[in-house]
């Protein structure tokens, strides 16, 4: 008794889902491989899963960007350009850099230096001795710069406080005059009277009245 059809729709159990997609998919790679071999032909077969899991199969005679380049050519749709082969060698040599510096900068802190020869480690050796330099060289730029701003500083203050203690003069100064020009307006109040006790007077009685008009 054969096998019933099973409908095409979406496998509902995860599970089951995911058998059968491994199986189906290792089928599709297997049928691939005979064709290729049984019919020498070129085929590239790429599959995603459910999570974004690649598998490919690229035929051994061959690779993906020839298959896409005759894909191109045959279909009329520019799927691969020679711009972007250039940029993606581009993003593979700033890999490779970052990768080195990467490794440059661990033997830098003093991590995997063991598996290092005697002259790979002269270099390194230099690096650090150089850096060393600069950095005393820099504190020392640093602390000149800070007795340099606290001289100013200094030179500052000094000629603030001449300019306070020549204020404070000043307004000693002014307070002084103040109260001594005070004494003398006082003093200067009663000069009638003063004159009139100094003289000597003869007083008739006109005289008299004339006084007391006064």
Known sequence: ???GKIEIKRIENSTNRQ???SKRRNGLIKKAKEISVLCDSKISLIIFSSTNKMSEFVSPSTTLPE????YQNNSGKRLWDAKHERLSAEIDRIKKENESMEIELRHLKGEDVNSLHVKELIPIEETLEN???NI????MDYLKMLKKNERNLEEENKRLSYILHHQQ???DGNLRDLEHGSYHRRGTGYPCEIT????????QGGDMDLLFEL
Do not use: C, H, I
């Open 1 to 3: 008794m054969g096998r």
């Open 19 to 21: 058998v059968t997609y």
């Open 67 to 70: 298959l896409l380049e005759k």
């Open 131 to 133: 850096a060393l330099v």
């Open 136 to 139: 005393r060289d820099k504190q």
């Open 169 to 171: 003069m000043a307004t």
């Open 196 to 203: 009139l006790a100094s003289r000597p007077l003869s007083l």
